[in-house]
């Protein structure tokens, strides 16, 4: 029973070993190619690449044929369905300018601050997409949403 334990642990130590030697592998293949392009000269990481310096995710992705938007939150003053409404006008305006629409969304994630305003966004919610509602998963987030936004939505759309 002694061999069957000593030889699991070795191999748990081989195994997170070579896990730390393909993951500095990676972290300085990524940065090699970062610093470089293929003249050698430096380059720009591609928008919305994580970075020191700039931004940490895109707002909006298209990719064959679908529009990902990015989660959306309202940081001024006001109550659910002030939030709600303006976090779906941001979705909106970012949905017609990669070429989509309100009408064309899918699948819409709604995260609250407090589950206590699920009415409330309800509310304002009914009636912003076309006649095939998307469907939507809505949660309540522990510890709150970033910014204090009262509600955040990211949504998938078709294009």
């Keep these: 029973m002694k061999f069957t334990t ?22 300085l293949f990524n940065a090699v190619h970062a610093q470089t392009n293929q003249a050698g000269s430096p380059a720009k990481p591609p928008a919305g690449q994580a ?22 939150g ?38 609250l601050n407090d589950l206590k305003d699920y009415v409330g966004m309800n509310e304002a919610y009914r009636g912003r997409f076309g006649g095939t509602l998307p469907v939507r998963t809505t949660v309540a987030c522990a510890g709150g949403i970033p910014g204090d936004s009262l509600v955040e939505i990211d949504c998938i759309a078709y294009v």
């Excluded at 642990?9 to 393909?22: H, T």
């Excluded at 369905?81 to 899918?106: F, N, P, Q, R």
């Design 51 to 72: 970075n020191n310096r700039g931004p940490l995710f895109s707002g909006t992705v298209t990719h064959g044929g679908l529009v990902y938007v990015a989660g959306k």
């Design 74 to 111: 309202e940081h001024t003053p006001g109550d659910i369905k002030a939030h709600t409404t303006a976090v779906l006008d941001k979705i909106e305006e970012d949905l017609k300018k990669a070429g989509s629409s309100m009408d064309k969304v899918l699948k819409v994630n709604v995260y």
């Design 6 to 27: 000593d030889k699991t642990a070795r191999r748990s130590i081989i195994q997170s070993f070579f896990a730390m030697i393909a993951a500095a592998g990676a972290g």
